[in-house]
C-alpha cells in the first residue's frame, strides 16, 4: 500500500462497509494529523445519505464529543465541518439533537479559531430548519445576542457569521420571540437594520419581524422609534429587505401606537406605489416574483391594517380604484386577490 | 583550519587576545587554486589585531567601570573557573616526566653551570635546488561499474508490454466516475436543502400573511369589543341620568302640586294671624290713636274741669240768690 498516501490531506479509505468504522477508529489515534486526515475523508464520505445513516446508527457520533476538546484548532473546525455536512439531512439533523452533542457544541461559539466559530454558526443555522432544532437552540437565544452585540462592539467579525447568526435567531424567535425580547433584542436589530450589507438587512429585518409578532415586540419597535428605519428600508434596492421590512411594519401597525405613528410618517403612499408597482414589472424577472409576491401581500395587509384607523380610511378611499384592481379576477395569484379583496372590505367597512 | 583563537571584547573592557599554539601546515602535494585558506595565513601586519598600533599612553589599562556589571562579574569568574579547569585537564593530559626511581627525588636544578659551549664549527657549504613545479592534477576518469551477471535476452511480441493508453482506461473509468458521483451528491444535497429553504420560506410568507390577518383581526375584535364595553356603559350612563331627570321632574310636580295649595293656605293663616299689616295703618294705630287718646282726655279733662268750675260758680251764685232770697222773704 505505498500509493494510499497519494492525496497527502486525505486518510485511505476502506472499501464499502468497513470505511466509517475505519475512519472513526482512526479518529482515535494521538497524531493531530492523522486525525485531520480522517476528518477530511469523513467530510467526503458523508455527502452520501447512506454513510450518514451508518454513522448514526453505528454510534459513532459520540465519538466527535472528544475532538471537540481538542487541542488543535483545525481538528475542532474539521470536526464542525463534518457535522456542518450531517446536516445537510433530516437523519443528521435529528441525531445531532438527539444526541449530547449540543452543549459541547454551544461551547464551540466561542472558540478563538474564526473558521472554527463560523462552521459552528452554520451548524446552528441548518439546525434550526427543523422546528425542533429551533426549540433546542432557544437557551441559546441570550447567548447569541451577546454574541451579536459583542460583534457590534469589535467590529463585527465577518459578514457571514453574522447573516447566520442573524437566520438563527429568526428561526428560533419564529417559534418564541420571548427569550430574543428579553435581551433586548428590538435595539441591537434596530442598529442592525442600517448595516450596510444587504444580507445582514435582510436577515435583521426578519428576526424583527419574527420578533414582532407578539405583541410586546411590536410595543418595543414603536417605543424604539425603529418605523422611520424601516419606512426607509422600503426604498431599499434589495427586494426581501424590502419585503421582510414590509412584513414589520405589517406587524407593527397593528397596534394603535403602529397606525398612530405609522400615519404620522406617511406611509400609506409607499405601501401604494410597492402595492401598483408589480404590474409594470409583470413580464420581467418571473424569478422575482415570488418575493414580489411576499412584498405586496405585506404591502396589503398593513394597509388593509391602517385602513382600521378613520384617518387611514379616508386616505385610502381617494385611492381606492388601485386596490380595487388588484382584488379583480384579473389578479391571477390567488392569495394576493384574497388580500385586496379583504384590504378593500376593511376600507369601506362603515359602523 | 580556522584561526584557534579567543578574542573577545565585552563592553567596557579591553581588547583580549588569546591564541592556542599550533604546528605548522604541511603543503598540500599538488598545487590547488587559491584558497581562502592560504589568505588567512599571513596577512597584513597593519591588520592584525595583536599589534598594537598608535599612541600606547593612550591605552585604556585600567577597565573604568565604575560598577562591575553583576552578569559580566559573574561572567568572567565563570571564564576564570573554566580556563583554570582546561589548565588542570591539560596538566593531566601532559605526558610528565616519569616518575623518580626509588629512593631518589626530583629536584629543580639551574641547569646554567653544566652547559657546555659546543665549540667546534663543523664547516658546511649550503648546497640549493630546486624542485619541478607541481603537475597540474589530471581529470578524473569516469567512473564505470564493472559488469556482472550473464545477459540474458527475450522476445517481446507486439502488446505484451504495458500499454498506458489501453490499461489506463479503467481507472480512469473509475476516477471519473467516482468524481461524478461525489459531484452529483453535492449537488443533489444542495438542491435539497434549497428546496427545503424555498418551501420554507413560502410557508413562512403564507404564515406571516395568515397571521398578520389572524392578529389584525384580533385586535380589531378587542378594539371592538372595547368599544361596545364603552358603548354599553355609556348607554347605561345614559339611562341612569334619564332615570335621574324623571325622578326628578316627578319630584319637581310632586312638589309643586304639594305646594300649591300650600301658599294659600299658609297667606291665607298667616293673613288671618295678622302677619301681612298696612304700615300706616300699623303706625296709626301704634303711634297716633295713642296720641288722640291722651289729646282727647285731655281735651275732655279740661272740659270737666271748666264744666266744675262752672258748676262751682253755678251753685256758688245760686246760693247767694238763694241766701238773697231768704233775706229778702225774711225782710
Known sequence: MAGCLIDPSRAPVAFGRRAVPQLFEELQQPEADRRLRALASLCDLMHDPERIYQTVNGGFLEQLNVLFEDEDSSVRTKTCELLHLMTAHSIGRQALLSSSLLPPLSQLVDDNSSSCRRNVHRVLNRLTLLPAGADALLTLVPKLMLKLRGEEGEEEEEEEVQVLLLSTLSSCSRLDALPALASDGVSLLGHKLSHRSPNIRREAAAVLMALSVCEDGKLQVCEESLLPVLVNLLHDEDIEVQANAAGVIMYTVIITTGKKQCLYLDVIPILLELVSKEEEEEEEKKKKRKSRKALVMYSLRALTALAEAPDGRRRLLEQLPLLLRRSEATEEDHDIRRDAQTAVRVINWRP | MAFVSQSHRAPNESYTFASRPRPVENRSKYREPPSEQTHSNYGNIMYDRRVVRGNTYAQLIIPTTAQPDPVEAQRQQENRRRAIARKRAREQFRPSTPEALQGRKHIDVQTELYLEELSDVIVATDVECQT??????????????????????????????????????????????????QSLEEVMEEEELACLRAQQRAFEELRNNELAEVLRLQEQERRRSEEKGRRIAQQKEVLKKEKETAEKIAARAYTQQYLADLLPAVFTSLRSHGYFYDPVEKDIENHFFPWLMAEVNNSLEKRYTARELLDTIIHDVTRKRLKMFKELETQ
Open chain 2, 132 to 181: 619541478d613545479a607541481f603537475l597540474d592534477k589530471p581529470a578524473t576518469p569516469l567512473f564505470i561499474p564493472a559488469k556482472s551477471g550473464k545477459d540474458v535476452e527475450t522476445q517481446i511480441e507486439e502488446g505484451e508490454l504495458f500499454d498506458f493508453d489501453r490499461e489506463v482506461q479503467p481507472v480512469l473509468e473509475v476516477l471519473v466516475g467516482k468524481t461524478i458521483e
